[in-house]
């Protein structure tokens, strides 16, 4: 009889099954992804990319427990998601996602103590210096958010998420609001954060050079209502503009771009 340590390892950390997802708005039932399948293994990069309106922004808050399934159903580590946990932290792409009247250090800490992970503030603190020393702002412990460049505000975002542990890093278009320098400058700091930690990231984008630099793994999602078009694997043999041409060419023959 096989150990249950060694099934949780055999079975993909995500797994996503016929899922579709819908939202009302003031006049009509939206369908945002249609019968979507997919899975993520453990420590692994997986970009979700596709464009405007199809569904991967609602995707990810659905895998991340705040959008409920219409149909279908969505598995982590074997077990149905019913709403969002700790297991499952979400970066987005809003600067204002941090506390204003908090200091960097209290808004990773904060987490952590409300979570339980921390029993008190000073341990909360103890465990979030060592993620804000990752990022490169431990002289910017006790500033706050206001003080902060987008760059920043962005990696104070990412060590809040790391320091809580998470089975799943879920980022929603972080570097999007970013200018193109500090955007290729902060994916290079998350490819180097997931060399040193290798957690599993979860990634959407629209931007079809940023999918093929961070992704290990790439679902293209085809226009609204969103549903799996195709899947690649960058890799050394095939260089990175070659493979983005390839994705470009199949995005345009749907008529929508990105």
Not at 67 to 81: D, E, H, K, Q, Y
Not at 85 to 99: A, I, K, S
Not at 156 to 166: D, G, K, N, S, Y
Request: charged share 25%; hydrophobic share 40%; aromatic share 6%.
């Amino acid at each position: 009889m096989a150990e249950p340590a060694r099934i949780l390892q055999d079975q993909p950390l995500l797994a996503v099954e016929s899922l579709t997802l819908r939202y009302q708005t003031h006049a009509a039932l939206v369908t945002a992804t249609e019968d979507v399948s997919f899975s993520v293994e453990r420590g692994e990069r997986f970009v979700l990319l596709g464009p405007s309106g199809c569904g991967k922004s609602s995707l990810l808050k659905s895998v991340g427990g705040f959008i409920p399934p219409a149909s279908g159903r969505i598995l982590v580590n074997g077990r149905p998601v019913t709403g969002p946990g700790p297991d499952r932290v979400m970066v987005f792409q809003e600067f204002d996602q941090l506390m204003p009247w908090k200091t960097v250090l209290d808004n990773v800490a904060f987490p952590l103590k409300v979570s339980g992970k921390a029993k008190t503030k000073r341990e909360a603190e103890e465990r979030a210096l060592p993620y804000i020393d990752k990022v490169g702002l431990t002289k910017f412990a006790n500033s706050y958010p206001h003080t902060l460049s987008g760059g920043m505000k962005q990696r104070v975002a990412i060590a809040r998420a790391l320091a809580m542990e998470p089975e799943m890093l879920l980022m929603d278009e972080p570097f999007a609001a970013l200018d193109a320098l500090t955007r290729r400058s902060m994916q290079s700091e998350l490819l180097r954060l997931w060399e040193e930690f290798h957690f599993t990231l979860m990634f959407v984008t629209h931007s079809i050079e940023e999918a093929v630099r961070v992704g290990q793994r790439i679902v293209l999602l085809s226009p609204h209502p969103g549903r799996v078009r195709d899947e690649f694997r960058p890799s050394p043999v095939e260089e990175a503009r070659a493979l983005e041409q390839r994705i470009e060419s199949m995005l345009f023959t749907d008529g929508a771009g990105i």
